[in-house]
Each structure stands twice: as structure tokens, then as C-alpha cells.
């Protein structure tokens, strides 16, 4: 049993270009039915302003698979504590014996989560931008525009947040870490209209986009809502797309921006929205002329977990690193 | 993050009354809707005969509770490894930082699913008993037969098992451990014409006892069937009883002897089943006569998981064992 710490893994790990590629082949394996993925399992604990979610999914021909664990506890900054945290654990496919703890309190969720993003714009987006609109400053308002770099060029970011502390803060670090321009938007409006892609990383739960300020050409990327109550787009806003894609139509139905979309009657079939891994595995057409509007909703799934947990385990023994528990069994021998 | 390993948890965690207690007060929190459970999640991996069931539940007022991950692997035979093992994992209830990773390899389970037995007997059989029937010899067909004798007495153990060398090693170490007389039983119809109580603790895929064989005053505890295609009891063994108990409904309908029942018509109202849970917080009752049939169907909870994994926490704890390591977060103090 192989144990590594956070610190480890945000030290070795890194959102490069294969790390991107090995969630896109998540995805395709996904599409291509090579993978079971069982819905996430939730704990709701009302009385501490948390959850906890569990995910999981094992893709045929890989020798291990992940299950992740990952919470929000939403008073935990009252502890100096971030809100996220978990971990993510590798159990062999072949004995069902728990091989590896990656104890990465969030880290290499915020990856995965990144790393779709960009796999979403890499399909949907213009092939050339120049402005990048960023709604939410935290660090998946980093983390996505750092994956989009990836495959994308982009001259100029615009980022809206409520906290101007926070909004300040992304500027200075962004421009440091990006080497193009940030600026503050004055409002949501204003980034959206002025943007070739917008993100939108928020724990909103009313929108924070509307329908009316999109315009040819523009895609957006919502990976924020993952629970029923969490919205950030308008659900005209899906209608308007003429290309409308989810991570997972079942997942986004139940806790994603089309959740909000079918319940207000703004989409009534949803059998026919492509997927991520479609696009990755080329069963669908993403963008198709620089004209039209395209919007991916992402509520993370466990084939991104699985994917990235397996390629930080083999970077870091490749590195021979992590601790290494003897775990005898009573049966046999399991290390 | 503490780290606590088979062996340590082996040597320092029994099967005793404070173990019977703390799953006891598991099954009350969950009739008294103090406990937060969602279904359980399931990985089918097909391709190598194996699955792996993810278990958990938040008991309010408890400061920690557990995730479990729990793996059968049938062909781990071959390999000289026993077919199960699996984790459990203590999440804060206050932070949702996990706390400690028990690698039990389903010891654990073992001790916390032979309490819920012997809780349903507590409750079910007569006070007076002789003769205890137990069908299958593995683990559970050891661990039910000594949670029992917590709960009452009995002078002889009937086994039956269909392979003779396994059920010979049952007779001789039993003997040896229980202090009691234990037989092999020629069949399992013998089994259950002679016993004043029978516990079921195979695999079976067709059931193993028929409802002829039933007799007044018998109690019948069926634990081995949690998946949909698991039978260990006829469906009228179900209709016969005068008293049957579920350890969950919606988890019985959906993977235990009731969901045969149902399926078959046998049983068409499950909404007045009394769970476990009932009877050890008053609200139900168990038996009332010594004529009665009763029959208890345990699929295993998540409040199990939570209650046995805070118990051996907290034995552990207080005897300064463990491993204990540092994981530092970026955004503030993980311990």
C-alpha cells in the first residue's frame, strides 16, 4: 500500500499536456462504453454546512481504479480551514485489494476539473481568441485559465468576482503566472460580452450569466454547479447554444446547469446532447464555424478521478516516491 | 491522519459487548432518523469477477463518521488471496477532513455484520435456545455463532457446509473456541428441523432453506445475500414468518431475501416491515411468544460501518497506537 501526501503530489504533479491527454481518454472511454461508472454517492451534514461526495469509476484494461472521496464544508474558513477537501484511493481492478492513497485534500480534483475544462474549449472554442472571460476567483478561476493555455493562445483575461480583495489578487498573481494581460472586469456583463470564451467557476445559485449577452462565436465553459440548488447560467442561456454539451448528460440532468434548463422547460429532450467524450473520441462534431454559440456544462466525473489518479501514481513511482505500508492479511499477503 | 493496520486492529478490536452496543446504538440512530444514509454504491468488475461496494453513513452528533470500501474478487483464490478486503476511512463531520484510514481488510465488517446477527437474535429468538443451526462454514458461519453467545445461550452448533473438509475444520476449531458441542449436520434440512435458531451465511444464488422445514418458535437470521442476485431463504420462508425484520427496507427490497420475495408476489406490502432499528429503539416489537417464526434479513448498513469504525478508532486511540502522518494543506493546517 503506497500513501502520498499532498505536498508530494502537488510537487510532482502537474497540469501539462499529459496530464490533459489522460482525461481525454477518460472521457473517450466513457463514450466508447469501456468504463462503469455508478452514479456519485453524496452525504449530506446539514448541521456543519457540509457534504461529501464520492465518485468512482473503473475503465476496462487499466489495472486500477480510483474512488474519491472530496467534501465541502462551507464553515470551515471560520477554522482557517479551505473548504475542500479528500482523497483519492486506487484499488486493483484484478484482486479489488486497495493499492495506493493519494492524500491530496482537493489537489488533483482541481486538476481533472482544469483539465476537462480545457478538453471542453479545445473542441468548442474558436480556434483563435483573444479575450478570456473568468467569472469566479478561486482557484479553479486559476486553474482553468492554466489549462486553457494549454490549447489555446489568448491575449488578454478578464476576470469578474464579487470580492474586490480577491478580484485584485487573481490580477496580480494571473499576470505573473500567465504572461499575457489580466484585468478586472467591471461586471459579469462586461467579461461575457467582451470575451471569445467565458469560465465560470462559481458556488453560484442563481445565475451569473444571461442569455442576452452572449454573441456569435462565443463558447462557454460552466464547471461550477455540481448539487441540485447550484446555478450559474441563465437556462435560456443552454437553449441559445447551438452546440450544447455535458460531461455527463445523466449527471448534468440531475445537479448541472441542464438540471435547472429541464425543470423550467427551456429543453425538453435531452437524449440528444452530446457529451464530452463524444467529442474526444470524435462520435460528435464540436464547433463547426466560427458563428456559433457553445456551451459545456461539467459536474466532474469519476472517469476524470480515475484517470488522473492513475497517472500521478505512475509519476510518482516512476519517481520512487510515497510511503510504503505492509498491510498483512490474515488470507494471504497483501502489501 | 492516522493510520491503523489489519493486524493492529485484529489484535486490539473484539467481538464483545461494547461492539454489540455501539451497532446496537447505529441501528437505533437510524430509526430515530438521526442518521443520514445514502444507497449504497456499487462497481461491477465484470471482467474480473469482482465488485466493490463503497458503504457509509453521518450518525448526527457523532464527530466523525465512515467510508467504506469494501471489494469481493472471486477469483483472488486462485491467487492465494481471500476474495475480500476493502477499508474504511473516518471522515470529520465538522471539517470533512479525513481523519484516519482503518486498512482492515474487511476485519471490520466481518465483526460489525455478525453483531447485527446477534442484535436480530437479541431480539427475535426465545430467550431459551439449544440447538443453533449455521449454514455455510466461512468466516461469517464463525463470527455469527460468537456474537450469539453474547446475546444467549446454547448448548450445541449444527453446521452445514457442502464441502466436508471445511466443515470438519468448522467442527474442530469451534468446538475448541465456543465451548459448546458443534455436529455436522448431514443436510440443511436437518439443520433447521433441529435448531431453535438458524443463521445463513453463504453466497447461495438459490435458497439453501425451504419453507416446510420451518417449525414453531424457530428464528431464522439470513445474512448472506446483499446483491440482487443472492437467495439464501425460499420466498414463503419470508410469508411464513410471524414476525420478519429488515435490517433496511429499501436496502432488502433492492438486494436482499425480501426483494425475491417481492419480486416472486409473495410479499406485496413492504412499507410495515419493522427494521432492526425498531426493535432496538422500542418501536417495534420483536417477538412476542414462544410459538412464533421469526425471520430477520441483513444486507449491511452504512450505520454499522460508521458505529464499528468510530469504536475501533477510539480503542485504538486510547492505547496510542497507529501510524500518524503529517499532510500539510495549502490553505491552512491538516494534521
Redesign the interface.
Known amino acids: 500500500?503506497y500513501?502520498f501526501?499532498?505536498?508530494e503530489l502537488?510537487q510532482h504533479i502537474s497540469l501539462n499536456h499529459k496530464a490533459l491527454s489522460v482525461v481525454e481518454d477518460g472521457f473517450t472511454s466513457l463514450a466508447e462504453k469501456r468504463a462503469?461508472m455508478?452514479?456519485i454517492?453524496?452525504?449530506?451534514?446539514h448541521?456543519?454546512n457540509?457534504?461529501?461526495d464520492?465518485k468512482?469509476?473503473?475503465i476496462?484494461g487499466k489495472d486500477k481504479?480510483a474512488?474519491k472521496?472530496s467534501?465541502?464544508?462551507f464553515n470551515?474558513y471560520q477554522?482557517?480551514?479551505?473548504?475542500?477537501?479528500?482523497?483519492m484511493?486506487l484499488?486493483s481492478?484484478?484482486?479489488?485489494?486497495?493499492e495506493a492513497?493519494l492524500?491530496d485534500?482537493g489537489?488533483l480534483t482541481d486538476v481533472r476539473t482544469a483539465a476537462a475544462g480545457a478538453i471542453a474549449s479545445k473542441y468548442l472554442a474558436k480556434k483563435d481568441i483573444d479575450t478570456v472571460g473568468v467569472i469566479g476567483c478561486g482557484s479553479q478561476g486559476r486553474y482553468q485559465v492554466k489549462a486553457l493555455k494549454l490549447v489555446r493562445n489568448f491575449k488578454q483575461v478578464l476576470v469578474y468576482g464579487r470580492s474586490q480583495d480577491r478580484v485584485q489578487a487573481y490580477v496580480k498573481e494571473m499576470t505573473k503566472e500567465l504572461g499575457v494581460e489580466v484585468l478586472a472586469a467591471g461586471s459579469a456583463k462586461e467579461a461575457v460580452i467582451q470575451s471569445d470564451l467565458v469560465i465560470t467557476t462559481t458556488p453560484a445559485s442563481e445565475p451569473v450569466i444571461k442569455a442576452e449577452w452572449l454573441h456569435p462565436g462565443i463558447h462557454i465553459t460552466a464547471m461550477g454547479s455540481d448539487a441540485e440548488h447550484k446555478q450559474e447560467l441563465e437556462a435560456e442561456v443552454l437553449a441559445k447554444a447551438d452546440v450544447l454539451v455535458c460531461d455527463t448528460v445523466a449527471q448534468c440532468e440531475r445537479m448541472g446547469e441542464l438540471h435547472h434548463a429541464v425543470s423550467q422547460g427551456v429543453i425538453s429532450q435531452t437524449k440528444d446532447i452530446p457529451e464530452v467524450g463524444e467529442l474526444t473520441s470524435k462520435q460528435a462534431a464540436g464547433r463547426q464555424n466560427d458563428e456559433q454559440i457553445t456551451v459545456c456544462d461539467l459536474t466532474g466525473t469519476g472517469v476524470q478521478d480515475t484517470a488522473i489518479a492513475l497517472f500521478a501514481f505512475q509519476e510518482m513511482v516512476n519517481r520512487g516516491l510515497g510511503?510504503k505500508?505492509?498491510?498483512?492479511?490474515?488470507?494471504?499477503v497483501?502489501v
Request: a negative charge; proline letters at 6%; zero cysteines.
Open positions: 500500500m500513501i501526501t499532498e505536498e502537488r462503469v455508478p452514479p454517492m453524496r452525504v449530506d451534514v448541521d456543519h457540509g457534504e461529501v464520492v468512482t469509476a473503473y476496462k481504479f474512488i472521496v467534501s465541502g464544508f470551515n477554522l482557517g480551514l479551505p473548504s475542500g477537501s479528500g482523497l484511493m484499488v481492478a484484478t484482486t479489488g485489494v486497495p492513497l492524500l485534500n489537489y510511503l505500508i505492509e498491510n498483512k492479511t490474515k488470507g494471504g497483501i
